[in-house]
């Protein structure tokens, strides 16, 4: 038998998957529930892009921009029903804050990071002020989950030692923006140090047992 080929569908998962079978005891309520869930990681890609986009413009966001945010997003193939169910005042007045700070702050969106090809990172908004001494790092989050000060200190640290600075001769504040609410870190050198010789010492362990 020649089976029908499918090719706009191979590598891909499907929304109601056999290898995930537990769809199949939900009720019609449920498996919204469930699609919608899955949904959820790529809207908070392309609540990324969009500052992106708009921090590499200079463009900034008014709170008259709600409802052009949610076109792009539906343009992105979000779909309405997963934008209903979260709660998109909240998540609009976050991405709103962070945007409009890191135009503020002139900073420049999604840069990469790395120390090399076992350890590197994007940073969602980073500035060096050379003359200033001053480095700023930003990260947005559209989840609930607690965000972690960690991430920020790798994406220092990275910084560090990709450009050869010292933290000691460097102001350096980390911010998160999640729930509405923005967190400030500064850390010091004593912070930082260490994150970079990690960085160095299971870089090494990790080529060395790979070669």
Sequence with gaps: MNFNRHPSLEGRHALLSASKYSW?????EQVLERVSRTYLAEL????????????KYSVRLKKSDKDSVIVDLLD???????????DFDFIFSNLLTY?????????????????????????????????????????????????H???????????????????VDIHTELRIYQSNDIRVCEPTAEDIVPVMDKIKTFDKLIRDRKD
């Design 99 to 147: 945007v409009n700070d890191c135009i503020g702050f002139r900073m420049v969106p999604e840069v990469v990071l790395a120390y090399s090809d076992i350890c590197f990172g994007t940073a969602d908004a980073i500035r060096f002020d050379e003359k200033q001494k001053l480095l700023r790092i930003h990260d947005l989050k559209t989840g609930s989950m607690s965000a």
């Design 44 to 55: 908070g890609t392309d609540i990324h892009d969009i500052a992106r986009k708009r921090i």
């Design 149 to 167: 000060i960690e991430q920020l200190l790798i994406y220092a640290a990275l910084f560090f030692l990709e450009y050869r600075e010292k933290p």
């Design 76 to 86: 992105m193939g979000i779909p309405r029903m997963v934008i209903n169910s979260v």
């Design 24 to 28: 199949i005891n939900d009720s019609e």
